[in-house]
């Protein structure tokens, strides 16, 4: 079993910069793809980022490409997301998620821990 557990989360201004982190229980975090979702109020869970095991592929929804960094410390057991130029439509629930198949993608589904998330307020 795994435990994940997001922070850095908080209220930041438009045009401004978060870094959330999430730290990983267990032996066997290396092994593990590890993605970032973001729900906002009334909409679907989405997703965000996601990284190989390894940290050498990432993958990014397109609202987020080019503002958004996926990267990982396994010696740390932490994956982390950087968040630069924020903007109103960013605000969310972030929660993160790990796959023990390695599974580095957008899908929910190939997913198997998640954590209980963090909340980022963008205001304009």
């Known amino acids: 079993q795994v435990q994940l557990v997001e922070s850095g989360g908080g209220l930041v201004q438009a045009g401004g910069s978060l870094r959330l982190s999430c730290a990983a229980s267990?032996?066997?975090?290396?092994?593990?793809?590890m993605g970032w979702f973001r729900q906002a109020p009334g909409k679907e869970r989405e997703f965000v980022a996601a990284?190989?095991?390894?940290?050498?592929?990432?993958f990014y929804a397109d609202s987020v490409k080019g503002r958004f960094t996926i990267f990982r410390d396994n010696a740390k057991n932490t994956v982390y997301l950087q968040m630069n130029s924020l903007k109103p439509e960013d605000t969310a629930v972030y929660y993160c998620a790990a796959s023990r198949t390695g599974y580095r993608g957008s899908s929910s589904g190939g997913y198997h821990y998640w954590g209980q998330g963090t909340q980022v307020t963008v205001s304009s």
């Open positions: 267990g032996r066997t975090f290396s092994s593990y793809g």
């Open positions: 990284i190989s095991w390894s940290g050498g592929v990432t």
